[in-house]
């Protein structure tokens, strides 16, 4: 982790079993990090787009092989993130290349649906067209991993992805997933809204 790249009003945090965390000294608190996820990382490798407009400041305190990772409790305060977040990404560290596979499955899959909603609208002469196939390699070229976001929702390591896409540069594309399954995909916000977590966690009852 770049830490120099760490703005000047954050302090540092530590939790076992974590690199340390980051987060504002006052206001809405969000902490973040660099976790090393050599799988998972490939989705913002050297190959992949430049980091969103926005993201550019936080993509450079992930060095290669990690991928930056944001942690926020749903009403902005405490002294530190709540449990089953750091769980989270304790599980995620552990379980990388599975979560990895479990990701880019899902886009893979995902095309057939991304296409018909392209083709239900009206697309500029110089507009980006997805292809009628893609695999892992082509994937990777058409998206950026701007962060990671760890969910306060019980039940299952909650994990939102969001990503730049070169189909949807307005929305970006997003998934989120309880482990390695996936609880919704479209647009970047599908991952970073805590809400789309707790309703899945929600229909899986209690256990």
């Not at 926020?72 to 305060?77: F, I, L």
Request: glycine fraction near 10%; proline fraction near 7%; charge should be negative.
């Amino acid at each position: 982790m770049n830490i120099e790249q760490i703005p000047p009003d954050y302090v540092p945090l530590s939790v076992p079993g974590l690199p340390a965390l980051y987060g504002q000294k006052k206001g809405w608190r969000v902490w973040l990090t660099a976790l090393p996820l050599p799988a998972t990382s490939r989705l913002r490798g050297v190959d992949s787009l430049a980091p969103s407009k926005g993201y550019a400041r936080d993509d450079r305190i992930a060095e290669p092989g990690e991928v930056i990772a944001l942690f926020e409790n749903d009403d902005g305060t405490g002294e530190r993130p709540e449990l089953m977040m750091t769980a989270a990404a304790q599980w995620l560290l552990a379980h990388d290349a599975a979560f990895y596979r479990a990701v880019m499955d899902a886009m893979l899959a995902d095309l057939p649906r991304l296409r018909a909603e392209q083709e239900g609208i009206v697309l500029s002469d110089d507009a980006f067209r997805l292809p009628r196939h893609w695999d892992e390699d082509i994937v990777r070229k058409l998206v950026r991993l701007n962060s990671i976001t760890f969910h306060p929702v019980d039940g299952a390591p909650y994990i939102g992805l969001d990503f730049r896409c070169a189909w949807d540069e307005e929305h970006g594309y997003g998934l989120m997933m309880a482990g390695i399954e996936v609880v919704e995909s479209g647009g970047a916000d599908s991952g970073t809204l805590s809400w789309i977590a707790a309703r899945h966690a929600e229909s899986r009852g209690p256990g």
